[in-house]
């Protein structure tokens, strides 16, 4: 019995075979120790009877799978594909065939333009080659863009420029609009024209109170809260070493005690507040004058909430009855302070200060000329009267912090509602943290 008994055929192996090479392993005598006799398997199915060996008994003949002893050719497709990733080399594979295997372009894909990038191996070394060709073209089997591949190849399909991100240009209108939704909108465009297309505002709207969002500027204040909270920490771990090494009289222990619970109670408030990305927006100008400088360009991911108008003026920290109050046309700052029964004795009454609707602040520290008159921000310009006679608006918010004791030893300079407030209206989460 020889070879090409056993092997008589193609049709007798399995797929893919290693043709180069395959063995007979053979138990030689006295011992029967094994030798092994190679053979040209290739050259045997061919008809060659040098390899058509005469077989003995207890002979083992093995023929090895070709990826066992070859590496097998790949290449590698990403970019704008279905399915990007590295895809077996068969013969006479071009670029479009490669294309085929990962499911096609999609509809982001850029057709005039993608890249091979090819490795040349030459005497000096391996080196890259970079060749430009039309994904159209080479779809459609054109020569010279639909390529015959080489193994470990690697293709890079482009996206058309700028389309993820105008997929993720979008606005959410939300609140009284006549169309309130979410609106996609181009490069450069204004938040007055996609107003526009949600066919403005409605009569119930107040624009003065808009609440603008936006994402750039939440990752902003989210930094400084967790500034803020480390700083607490910082400020708590002094405070509690001191406290254990520093000999204090009862009074002293009180006060410091007092503090620290203030600066617990604080970092409880901050770690749970969520900053807003609140902006302050002009919305009256923009809807007044489109195109104006106050006509911001949007960016994806912004936020336009309009409420309906409120009825409403908000009063609070120390003052007799903080509260909420129904808005009486031109009345002023001093005119709510009264109605909520004053300020308190431990009211810091030069600290007060206004929290418009639209999310401007006017501090009582503005004031100019002995109290006689206070800086208008909205006109630029100082107006007599004193910050008491400032008028409020529909949904303003007046603010009375407590009053703020300092202790030279302690180092201390603000009390938990001054840091409270001053955080929260700058991090824009006032409402959560108060």
Same mark, same amino acid.
């Given at each position: 019995?020889?070879?090409?008994?056993?092997?008589?055929?193609?049709? !007798?192996?399995?797929?893919?075979?290693?043709?180069?090479?395959?063995?007979?392993?053979?138990?030689?005598?006295?011992?029967?120790?094994?030798?092994?006799?190679?053979?040209?398997?290739?050259?045997?199915?061919?008809?060659?009877?040098?390899?058509?060996?005469?077989?003995?008994?207890?002979?083992?003949? $093995?023929? @090895?799978?070709?990826?066992?002893?070859?590496?097998?050719?790949?290449? *590698?497709?990403?970019?704008?594909?279905?399915?990007?990733?590295?895809?077996?080399?068969?013969?006479?594979? =071009?670029?479009?065939?490669?294309?085929?295997?990962?499911?096609?372009?999609?509809?982001?894909?850029?057709?005039?333009?993608?890249?091979?990038?090819? /490795?040349?191996?030459?005497?000096?070394?391996?080196?890259?080659?970079?060749?430009?060709?039309?994904?159209?073209?080479?779809?459609?089997?054109?020569?010279?863009?639909?390529?015959?591949?080489?193994?470990?190849?690697?293709?890079?399909?482009?996206? *058309?420029?700028?389309?993820?991100? +105008?997929?993720?240009?979008?606005?959410?209108?939300?609140?009284?609009?006549?169309?309130? &939704?979410?609106?996609?909108?181009?490069?450069?465009?204004?938040?007055?024209? /996609?107003?526009?297309?949600?066919?403005?505002?409605?009569?119930?709207?107040?624009?003065?109170?808009?609440?603008?969002?936006?994402?750039?500027?939440?990752?902003?204040?989210?930094?400084?809260?967790?500034?803020?909270?480390?700083?607490?920490?910082?400020?708590?771990?002094?405070?509690?070493?001191?406290?254990?090494?520093?000999?204090?009289?009862?009074?002293?222990?009180?006060?410091?005690?007092?503090?620290?619970? +203030?600066?617990?109670?604080?970092?409880?408030?901050?770690? !749970?507040?969520?900053?807003?990305?609140?902006?302050?927006?002009?919305?009256?100008? *923009?809807?007044?004058?489109?195109?104006?400088?106050?006509?911001?360009?949007?960016?994806?991911?912004?936020?336009?909430?309009?409420?309906?108008?409120?009825?409403?003026?908000?009063?609070?920290?120390?003052?007799?009855?903080?509260?909420?109050?129904?808005?009486?046309?031109?009345? !002023?700052?001093?005119?709510?302070?009264?109605?909520?029964?004053?300020?308190?004795?431990?009211?810091?009454?030069?600290?007060?200060?206004?929290? =418009?609707?639209?999310?401007? /602040?006017?501090?009582?520290?503005?004031?100019?000329?002995?109290?006689?008159?206070?800086?208008?921000?909205?006109?630029?310009?100082?107006?007599?009267?004193?910050?008491?006679?400032?008028?409020?608006?529909? &949904?303003?918010?007046?603010?009375?912090?407590?009053? /703020?004791? $300092?202790?030279?030893?302690?180092?201390? !300079?603000?009390?938990?509602?001054?840091?409270?407030?001053?955080?929260?209206?700058?991090?824009?989460? *006032?409402?959560?943290? @108060?």
């Amino acid at each position: 019995m020889r070879l090409r008994d056993l092997i008589s055929s193609y049709d !007798t192996l399995l797929p893919e075979p290693y043709l180069r090479r395959a063995e007979i392993v053979r138990l030689m005598p006295p011992d029967l120790h094994p030798e092994v006799i190679e053979f040209n398997l290739e050259a045997l199915l061919k008809g060659d009877k040098r390899y058509n060996m005469l077989l003995m008994d207890l002979d083992r003949v $093995k023929i @090895y799978q070709h990826k066992e002893k070859m590496q097998t050719p790949e290449v *590698i497709i990403k970019g704008a594909v279905l399915n990007p990733g590295t895809y077996s080399l068969y013969e006479g594979m =071009k670029i479009k065939d490669l294309i085929f295997q990962a499911g096609n372009l999609t509809g982001r894909a850029y057709l005039d333009q993608a890249l091979l990038s090819r /490795v040349i191996a030459g005497e000096a070394g391996a080196d890259n080659f970079k060749i430009n060709f039309s994904p159209r073209r080479a779809m459609e089997g054109l020569s010279p863009d639909d390529i015959l591949l080489q193994p470990f190849d690697k293709i890079y399909i482009r996206e *058309i420029p700028q389309y993820s991100q +105008a997929l993720e240009r979008k606005v959410l209108l939300e609140g009284e609009f006549l169309f309130p &939704g979410e609106y996609t909108f181009s490069q450069g465009e204004r938040i007055s024209s /996609v107003i526009e297309r949600a066919g403005g505002v409605t009569e119930e709207a107040y624009p003065f109170g808009a609440f603008f969002q936006r994402e750039s500027v939440k990752n902003i204040q989210k930094s400084m809260v967790r500034d803020y909270i480390g700083k607490l920490e910082e400020d708590i771990f002094t405070l509690s070493a001191q406290a254990s090494e520093v000999s204090l009289d009862k009074e002293q222990s009180t006060i410091l005690n007092q503090t620290l619970n +203030a600066k617990k109670q604080l970092l409880e408030k901050m770690k !749970t507040a969520q900053p807003t990305g609140r902006m302050v927006v002009d919305l009256v100008a *923009i809807l007044t004058a489109p195109s104006s400088t106050k006509d911001f360009k949007l960016r994806s991911g912004d936020h336009l909430i309009v409420n309906k108008k409120p009825d409403y003026v908000n009063v609070l920290g120390e003052v007799y009855n903080p509260t909420a109050m129904f808005f009486l046309e031109d009345k !002023t700052v001093g005119h709510y302070l009264n109605k909520v029964g004053g300020l308190t004795d431990n009211a810091n009454e030069d600290q007060i200060y206004l929290v =418009k609707a639209n999310g401007t /602040v006017i501090s009582k520290r503005q004031e100019g000329f002995w109290g006689m008159a206070s800086w208008d921000s909205e006109n630029f310009r100082w107006t007599l009267g004193g910050f008491e006679s400032l008028k409020v608006d529909l &949904g303003d918010t007046i603010i009375v912090p407590k009053k /703020v004791e $300092k202790y030279p030893w302690l180092r201390l !300079t603000k009390d938990i509602t001054e840091i409270l407030y001053r955080i929260a209206v700058t991090a824009g989460v *006032i409402i959560v943290a @108060y």
